[in-house]
């Protein structure tokens, strides 16, 4: 159920509420995505995260592929969203599987406001990955 209210609404209240009845944060589906997860990537409000925050979800998570809601944010537009996340303690250098940083996905989006969050955060703009040693500089210009 909380992956549905995550996904389906942006009220924190009955987030808060499903939380209060029992429902688990760290609950995932198919892909190892959190209701964290899902309201992270599909920037669902900064009251949304804290919510699931304040109820038990554990910010740093890794899905299969090692992302974290961070990393998920950074592929968004939602800035707002990405520094609740930060605030909340989400990691701004944590790798996923292939040696990425949130900045390293938000370098290939069409977000300049997330990529400044995320440098504001104290993010490693030189920062190599596992497959090529890219920097979020080169997948900016690729």
């Known amino acids: 159920p909380l992956h ?11 987030v808060a509420a499903l939380i209060a009845a029992g429902a688990r944060t760290e609950t ?24 699931l925050a304040k109820g038990g979800a554990k910010v740093n998570a890794q899905t299969g592929v090692g992302r974290t809601p961070l990393h998920l944010a950074a592929q968004g537009e939602s800035s707002a969203t990405l520094t609740a996340l930060v605030k909340a303690g989400g990691k701004v250098n944590a790798l996923d599987n292939y040696g990425r940083t949130p900045l390293h996905l938000a370098a290939q989006g ?11 955060g104290a ?13 979020p500089l080169h997948l900016a210009a690729w």
């Open 4 to 14: 549905l209210a995550v996904n389906f609404n942006k009220k924190p209240a009955i």
């Open 28 to 51: 995932r589906e198919k892909r190892g995505w959190t209701p964290l997860h899902l309201a992270a990537a599909f920037g669902k409000t900064p009251a949304v995260v804290r919510a």
């Open 110 to 120: 069409d977000s300049p406001a997330v990529v400044r969050a995320l440098v504001k």
């Open 123 to 135: 993010a490693r703009v030189n920062a190599r990955d596992t497959r090529g040693g890219w920097t």
